[in-house]
């Protein structure tokens, strides 16, 4: 059973530049949420998706957008990027049982982006 | 605002030596508590995690952590470190069952010496 993956691993782009990120969720997982990470920094929530829509959003710019497909695969994308962006971005999946006291999240390896 | 400290930002302890790492959030009602671990270029792995009963939890790889609620803490414990343990340490938060946003500790790298 693959876990969740992410693409690209690595990515170097230049301020102004977009940029998207792809995340698949673990099998039975209907639920992606995006973290940032900069470096020596816990990360932090961007958004989750659910659904297709945005459910939860944390305190992140309009440029910081996502979306997510039938499938449950989700992208991430950052419009005019910033030196500030450079961070490993982690996607999390949760299945979203009804019932349960809490659906566990499972990271993927992230995608370490560089902006120069 | 809501937040998760971790004091210790790096801590070295000798094989074999017991290990604690400390984690503190801001006071409010019981958030779902959780311990995970990052290694060089893994993501973040579940460690244990406390929602309500027993305060004292056990998890993976031989770990433990207590909830204080009292001094709003959860320390993750482990009685004798191997070298494997080396690796940084996330404490988390999730007030109010949000199924999602995790307030996360800026992390203790944890090196360990032979």
């Known amino acids: 059973d693959a876990g969740v993956t992410q693409s690209p691993t690595h990515l170097i782009k230049t301020r102004g530049q977009q940029v998207t990120l792809r995340c698949s969720p673990k099998s039975g997982h209907d639920t992606v949420s995006w973290y940032q990470q900069a470096l020596g920094q816990g990360p932090q929530f961007i958004f989750q998706y659910y659904e297709e829509e945005e459910r939860q959003r944390g305190n992140f710019p309009d440029r910081f957008s996502g979306h997510q497909f039938p499938n449950y695969s989700s992208e991430l994308n950052v419009n005019a990027l910033l030196l500030g962006d450079s961070a490993l971005y982690l996607c999390?999946?949760?299945?979203?049982?009804?019932?349960?006291?809490?659906?566990?999240?499972?990271f993927g390896p992230g995608t370490r982006l560089t902006v120069l | 605002a809501q937040s998760v400290t971790q004091p210790d930002i790096h801590i070295t302890v000798s094989e074999g030596a017991s290990l604690e790492l400390r984690c503190n959030y801001s006071y409010g009602a019981t958030p779902y508590l959780f311990w995970y671990v990052q290694s060089p270029g893994q993501g973040l792995q579940l460690l244990l995690k406390?929602?309500?009963?027993?305060?004292l939890v056990q998890g993976i790889k031989g770990f433990e952590a207590e909830f204080k609620r009292s001094q709003s803490s959860f320390n993750l414990r482990k009685p004798s470190v191997h070298w494997s343990d080396a690796a940084e340490y996330f404490c988390a938060v999730d007030y109010g069952g949000s199924q999602g946003n995790l307030i996360f500790g800026k992390g203790t790298k944890l090196s360990v010496k032979p």
């Open positions: 999390a999946s949760s299945p979203d049982l009804a019932g349960a006291a809490y659906n566990e999240q499972f």
């Open positions: 406390y929602f309500s009963g027993d305060t």
